[in-house]
């Protein structure tokens, strides 16, 4: 058994570390190394057979994925070492929007060590059909979808959009379920945060972090791309509108 490429996740937390460091690179000896070496290693991703592995994760190979970040860095004058997109990737996105990035990597800092994220199991869509997630990862991915899976959780926003007395239908293209399929499809819609992935923190999921939507647009909302965060329903209605001007052109 080889040891796996290195996740999303994974590449959140060593990407935050090179940038708090000016984009400089980390030693094997240094503690900071040493404390993500062990971080990474109890992340709920690989199996207990590949963490057990020689050298799974060992600061040497931390160490050399500073390396990676380094030198592939725009702002790097030398050489660049060969790494995979994945880290290419990342690279982009901590120089493209720091602050977002670094907020993920916080995020799952908290959720691991407070325990949240060991306890929530794997949920479908995490990954997409090539193993891929979104840029910020499959942990906070895996934490949205269960609570936007959370039954309780969607009835209560159904009855408050109810009794605020507003059509249920989707905030991303106005799909009514009850319109389209009568009374089978009365009270039915699903639910998406309104918030990115990195900004989902610890605290409850508040109803007004859920918007309604369709299956359709869901899903959309959901596909992971490469280099990509997950689309918040805001971000598909641009998409969707900008798609029909494209198409009167």
């Known amino acids: 058994m080889r040891i796996p490429a290195w996740t999303e996740d994974e590449l959140v937390l060593a990407g935050a570390l090179v940038v708090k460091n000016g984009w400089r690179e980390l030693r094997t000896n240094d ?13 709920p991703i690989h199996s207990p057979e590949e963490r057990a592995l020689p050298g799974f994760r060992s600061p040497d190979s931390v160490s050399r994925k500073t390396t990676d970040f380094m030198t592939n860095h725009a702002l790097h004058a030398g050489k660049a070492t060969r790494c995979g997109k994945p880290t290419l990737l990342m690279i982009d996105a901590f120089s493209d929007r720091e602050a977002e990035m670094l907020q993920a990597a916080e995020a799952l800092e908290e959720g691991i060590a407070s325990g949240e994220l060991h306890r929530i ?3 479908p869509d995490e990954v997409d059909e090539s193993g891929a997630s979104a840029i910020e990862g ?10 936007e899976r959370d039954p309780k ?3 209560l926003k159904i009855k408050q959009v109810q009794r605020s007395g507003r059509p249920l239908r989707c905030e ?7 319109h389209t399929y009568g009374d089978l499809g009365e009270g039915y819609i699903e639910v998406h945060h309104v918030t990115p992935l990195y900004v989902s923190g610890a605290r409850e999921t508040r109803l007004d972090d859920l918007a309604c939507v369709c299956a359709n647009c869901h899903r959309m909302c959901h596909r992971s791309r490469p280099g990509e965060s997950w689309r918040t329903p805001a971000a598909l209605r641009e998409r969707i509108q900008k798609s029909a001007q494209d198409g009167r052109h």
């Open 31 to 43: 503690r900071e190394v040493q404390e993500l070496s062990e971080l990474i290693r109890s992340l």
């Open 121 to 123: 199991p794997q949920q």
């Open 138 to 147: 499959r942990l906070l991915a895996r934490r949205a979808l269960a609570r």
């Open 153 to 155: 959780l969607r009835a």
């Open 172 to 178: 991303v293209c106005n799909f009514d379920f009850a």
